[in-house]
């Protein structure tokens, strides 16, 4: 069946540092990609989102980077900031499908 | 433009008794979503509405129902509560066709 899952929930990162956030999903009839960014007592905030046809898309500060073959997603943040700290999700959705599934997040924890 | 707003903010309830959660966007969106997210979980979808006068259900629409009242609301309605549905309650609209959902800032519901 159709799955999104993360490799770590938790990630802890120095400030200033690039971040990585990883995604493996297992329908590769997915067209659609996309990252969520989750602070503690709000809702979901988009970030970034990425076709199928495509490999890589830039935004400020974050990229995703989306590989096919293999069935992998991930986020890479440059320059963590403190603000940065929050629970990231990628979603996919599948070809013909309106609705997103959801993957479980990771955590991300900037130290000063 | 205040986007996508929900109330109640928070609400307990007790096992049977029944309430609406409501949902507003004044984004114009065709679409509109009910999730719920459980502690250290993904969202799951419970209905969706991809235009007004249209619903559906997603993956988790047991003891729940909806009503797409206009093209700005949506609710959700609960008709005899229970303590598995205690969660975080989420709403999210999209423009038709597009894919990038915007979310609300979620109804936190205990069911004692």
């Known amino acids: 069946g159709e799955s999104v899952g993360l490799h770590l929930p938790t990630l802890s990162v120095q400030e200033g540092d690039n971040s990585i956030i990883n995604c493996a999903y297992s329908?590769?009839?997915?067209?659609?990609f996309i990252w969520y960014k989750q602070e503690s007592g709000k809702g979901p905030q988009f970030i970034i989102d990425i076709r199928s046809n495509m490999d890589k898309r830039q935004g400020q500060r974050v990229t995703v980077l989306l590989n096919k073959t293999v069935k992998h997603l991930s986020l890479q943040i440059a320059a963590t900031q403190p603000g940065d700290s929050a629970v990231y999700f990628c979603a996919e959705r599948g070809a013909g499908r309106r609705a997103l599934t959801f993957g479980s997040g990771t955590r991300l924890q900037v130290q000063p | 433009n205040a986007g996508v707003t929900q109330t109640p903010k928070f609400q307990v309830l007790k096992t049977g008794q029944s309430m609406t959660l409501q949902c507003a966007q004044d984004m114009n969106h065709n679409s509109m979503y009910w999730y719920r997210q459980d502690p250290g979980m993904g969202l799951r979808l419970i209905y969706y509405?991809?235009?007004?006068?249209?619903?559906d259900k997603g993956e988790v629409p047991n003891g729940y129902n909806v009503s797409r009242l206009n093209k700005r609301e949506f609710s959700l309605r609960l008709e005899s509560a229970a303590p598995s549905q205690t969660s975080v309650y989420f709403c999210a609209s999209s423009e038709e066709g597009l894919n990038t959902q915007y979310f609300g800032p979620g109804t936190r519901l205990t069911v004692l």
């Open positions: 329908n590769s009839a997915s067209d659609y």
């Open positions: 509405s991809a235009s007004e006068g249209t619903t």
